[in-house]
């Protein structure tokens, strides 16, 4: 049968079942994650014995830039990222080159032989969403969805501006069904349409230009709209003057706006696998490659880690949830919606550069970067990319990421893994690193070292926790998705000072597993699954919509692409599954 | 020294990427064994022995080791690419990319050579007697990270884009050069004999460029800082007056680089 498969003798890490190294056996039947199968179903069965292995659900990559035109133009303008790093075709793999920026088989691949299953596309700009969706589509592998979009959109801005929240509303459901996105992603809200009239905006209560809108009331109204709609995931931030020396204060403060806004997820089509933490979302807002919004003191010659001021706020309040954009070192390339946060970079690098405004909606920019460890500041980056996931005591408040490629490419992740489980790991990065990484931060002194347990939160559990995915993803409960990584470790005899063993396991997982297939085998893929796009389904008042409607359909005078052509149609997806949610409005 | 000489039997209908033919591949087989090296031509793998008549074994190591190509190959890509030691000798013309990432030992081109020869090239000798195509030395595209250390020497003439980004080594080249010629360096000297185009050392941000004949359109954002005679960089002279530069100002603003310009081939300067 197949997607039937029964993994024995594990060492089980399912954060979300309090399950934490107990040795026992998972079963799967068709693609499901179930309590047993049946001695005539066992025959059939394919069985992995992962004895002195560990266990744990299939990655979840809650913030990665994996498709689109953003990533395409990184793609583009970087030849000298794919001569290096390339991979053969096999009898069922594409072939594929690109370090930092994949194409999207390579991508999809690479992902896999690090146990991932799930990766969500960070960034989604409405007219970019058919692009983004065609890259999806072709990733294998992954089920993927994306993020709208949001933080700078003219729509949204004028009915904010006007107090119009029900149209608002209806605009966001309408956006999210039309470009089959995911959730909200708000990016340097009000600062990228200043940009466009070359200004940025520094201040939370600072207007821009002509909607007259300030950051405070973006963020604000679109945390309020995301509970209002019912979106399975909080709003997704990437708060202003990122990159900015100082930052990490107004990063703090757009943190206290959603404070009292309750979460209200109202998913209703989705049957839940079994946990035993309530696997609801509580918080507000997801901020987003937290190290790259935390940046101290005033200028680079006394900058210095503000991770603290951010992670104590995360510690004392509970409507936070946040991913690390840690910083590998080594080659990048950086890229966010942030057109002015890429130009500063190429003013500071003099690197070749790109930046796009995409109409009445947002921006972009791509910036090729190489992470030094003899660098001042990059390293300092370094030690704070784990300051955050260190520093947060409850590991249920963040997720790993090096915010690909922009810290660093997702490659990298067992590396950060060893650096986050073995001090020793870390101290002896810090012998290779300059002083300030030492000096400027409080990485030196952190002596946490993470367990297997703590891993599998901020790699999957939690991921898939935060954006509502954990239905189905992030945990082995019954009636989960049948995505397994097994990795070569043995929990009973790990000596974390070797962390060259880590790093060694989860680089090439023993098995990855998907829909209880095995997919890829130490480093080698060796099936093609089917996989899912998900998105949000949300019914609104259809009044309010179609009052909505003429409005958009009365500024598209503005935009260089007809009305008809912008909705992206169901075939762009890889099996479309949406969410469906009851809005309150 | 163990010699493998390879002569071209095959009419190289399509280019073949043949960056197995190192002294460091070689070193430790014999004939028979180097015959079966595998090459690239178009999607299919073939063994070496499909294109070259191979004759004599490697030596005990690429130090030991020397290579002979006995005739004309200008379609054989990638010839002792990243080899560390030993010597190949090419009695004819090369295609693109000899020397490539090479960081040892020494390559004698006795003809031309097509683009990109000692592309990213951190050590070692490439000497071409004849001409050479574009990207000498130079970073590969989309990247300012070229030559950075050794020596690459052409006889004639050079194309476009003669060391863009290196950071180090040198490279002499005995005719003239075309556009872009130094372009984005921060390092490493580049002396060209005979004449440049145009965007000599343009976007410079160290480094040293001698051009010992004329510049047909000077870079603008380069101040004229001295006047020099006779130069001389350890091994190779430039004789004759030169006037000194600094630069780029233009768009690095930085103006840590040198270019000296022959005094009496650029008058109006």
Known sequence: MAGTIAIKNGYVFDPLNEINGERMDIFIRNGKVVTELSAAELKDAKEIDASGKTVMPGGVDSHSHVAGAKVNVGRMMRPEDHYKFYQKKTPITHSGCGYSVPSVYLGGYEYSKMGYTTVFEAAVPPMEARHTHEEMRATPMLDMGGYLVLGNNWFLMRYLKEGDIEKAAAYISWMMRTHKTYGIKCVNPAGVENWGWGENVHALDQANIHFEVTPEDIIKGLAELNEMLGFSMPVHLHANNLGHPGCWEITRDSLKIPKNIKARPKDHNVEWAETKVNPRRHESVYLTHCQFNAFGGTSWRDFESGVKGITDYVNSHDHVVMDSGCVPFGDATVMTGDGPAIHDLYVLTGNKWSNTDVECECGSGVLPFTYLKNNPVHSVQWAMGLEVLLYVKDAWKSIMTTDSPNGGPFIKYPQIIAWLMSNKARQDAFNECHKWAADRSGLAAETREMTLNEIAIVTRANAARTIGLSHSKGTLGVGADGDVAIYDLDPVKLEVSDYESIIRAFENAAYTIKGGEVVSQKGEIVGIPEKKTYYSDIAVNADEEKKMIEDVKNWFKYYTIGFSNYPTPDKYLANPTPIKIDAEV | ?269
């Not at chain 2, 004849?130 to 590969?140: E, F, I, M, P, W």
């Open chain 2, 1 to 269: 020294m163990a010699e493998v000489i390879l002569k071209p039997t095959s009419k190289f209908e399509l280019t073949i990427e043949a960056e197995v033919i190192t002294p460091d591949n070689f070193a430790g087989k014999n004939a028979q064994e180097i015959g079966k090296l595998l090459v690239w031509e178009g999607a299919q793998q073939l063994p070496l022995s499909n294109f070259f008549e191979v004759k004599g074994n490697g030596g005990s190591s690429a130090q030991d080791t020397t290579i002979v190509i006995d005739g004309n190959v200008p379609r054989v890509k990638r010839i002792g690419e990243a080899m560390t030691a030993g010597r190949i000798l090419v009695k004819g013309s090369t295609g693109m990319h000899v020397g490539a990432f090479m960081q040892g030992g020494e390559i004698l081109v006795e003809g031309n050579s097509d683009s990109w020869p000692g592309m990213e090239m951190k050590g070692g000798l490439l000497h071409i007697k004849g001409n050479s195509l574009d990207h000498v030395g130079s970073a590969y595209r989309g990247s300012w990270k070229g030559m950075t250390g050794g020596r690459i020497v052409i006889d004639g003439n050079a194309g476009n884009q003669v060391g863009g980004g290196i950071s180090g080594g040198e490279i002499v080249i005995g005719g003239d050069v075309a556009n872009f010629c130094g372009t984005r360096i921060n390092g490493g000297l580049i002396v060209v004999k005979g004449n440049a185009i145009r965007t000599v050392g343009a976007e410079m941000t160290g480094g040293t460029i001698v051009v010992g004949g004329r510049i047909e359109k000077f870079t603008p954002g380069f101040q004229q800082t001295a006047t020099e005679s006779n130069l001389k960089f350890n091994d190779i002279e430039c004789p004759g007056e030169f006037k000194k530069f600094a630069g780029d100002y233009a768009i690095p603003q930085k103006g840590k680089g040198v270019l000296y310009v022959s005094a009496e081939n650029n008058e109006d300067l």
